[in-house]
């Protein structure tokens, strides 16, 4: 089955019924429903992935998803334009999670590669994308609703798959929106004046309106040796992905959210330093040097 332009209009239909019934607290439901029941690890213990009634898959607890990524470089590749010009078959350190349509490029990486996909809109856009790296990926870094999307493609996806759930802990699955503040999940902050990089992906990470920061707090709070970022442009999210042409490109919504996002990944570089986690930033256009990230060109082509 073809990609769709965006979700259909029924998912939208979806949406927009949970926000009226369901009421801030409960909109979030829309994610898994109808069909789709999540069950989180707890502890050593797998997580199930229920469709239509039936075992799908299986959610890997976080000790077994931080083996990918502790102790090691971890490289963050995004789609922004500055991916043209880097020769991603020199990064040969240690994993790269590869972010959306960073998944084109799983062939030409050597290393661990991890997928990364937290905005069902990808799904319907590029699921064609998705099924043929599909086979390349070690580990899967999913949202809710984006295992619901490739699940209504096909119901077999995630089985024998390596998935870690992606969960957003404002509104967790399962449970209701709470606010950062909450004193229930005060220890995934670990002392930061304001909370807003978790350190506690198993559960959940801080929304910042961009998949790279999710992966940026998944790949910290796994203790690598360093974190590298190619391809989280930011401030040239107007212009075609690297895999896109300026006719046929996807919207995006990181410029209205700019701000935000800058902020979150200052308070991140913050805490990085803090654990002792060097970074760097292998694209020159990047948003992330201004914030004092210094530049990298070792993938420079």
């Not at 995934?188 to 004046?193: H, I, K, L, V």
């Not at 790949?219 to 895999?243: E, K, M, Q």
Request: one cysteine or more; glycine letters at 8%; charged letters at 25%.
């Amino acid at each position: 089955m073809r990609a769709r332009s965006d979700r259909p209009w029924r998912r939208k239909l979806v949406k927009h019924g949970f926000q009226v019934l369901g009421g801030k607290a409960r909109a979030h439901g829309q994610d898994v429903w109808p069909f789709l029941k999540l069950t989180k690890p707890r502890g050593d213990v797998p997580g199930r992935i229920v469709w239509k009634g039936e075992e799908a898959g299986k959610l890997l607890p976080w000790a077994a998803a931080r083996e990918f990524l502790a102790g090691r470089p971890v490289l963050i590749c995004g789609s922004g334009p500055s991916v043209r010009q880097a020769d991603v078959t020199r990064w040969a350190d240690g994993p790269a999670i590869l972010l959306n349509g960073a998944l084109s490029l799983a062939p030409r990486f050597g290393t661990v590669r991890i997928g990364a996909i937290e905005d069902e809109r990808f799904v319907w856009r590029h699921v064609d994308m998705i099924g043929d790296e599909a086979e390349r990926i070690e580990l899967w870094l999913l949202s809710p609703s984006v295992i619901r999307a490739l699940l209504s493609f096909d119901a077999g996806w995630a089985e024998g798959r390596r998935i870690f759930l992606i969960d957003d802990i404002v509104k967790p699955l399962n449970g209701t929106r709470r606010a950062l503040q909450d004193p229930e999940i005060a220890a995934c902050f670990e002392g930061q004046e304001r909370p807003m990089v978790s350190l506690h992906p198993e559960t959940g990470v801080v929304p910042a309106g961009t998949v790279a920061f999710s992966a940026a707090q998944i790949a910290l709070a796994a203790d690598p040796r360093s974190i590298g970022f190619l391809g989280v442009d930011l401030t040239s999210a107007n212009a075609p992905r690297f895999y896109e042409t300026a006719e046929a490109r996807a919207k995006s919504g990181i410029v209205g959210a700019l701000a935000r996002i800058l902020e979150h990944f200052e308070a991140f570089a913050e805490v990085a330093a803090a654990r002792n986690v060097s970074l760097r930033c292998h694209s020159a256009s990047s948003a992330l040097l201004d914030l004092g990230i210094p530049e990298d060109r070792e993938l420079a082509a």
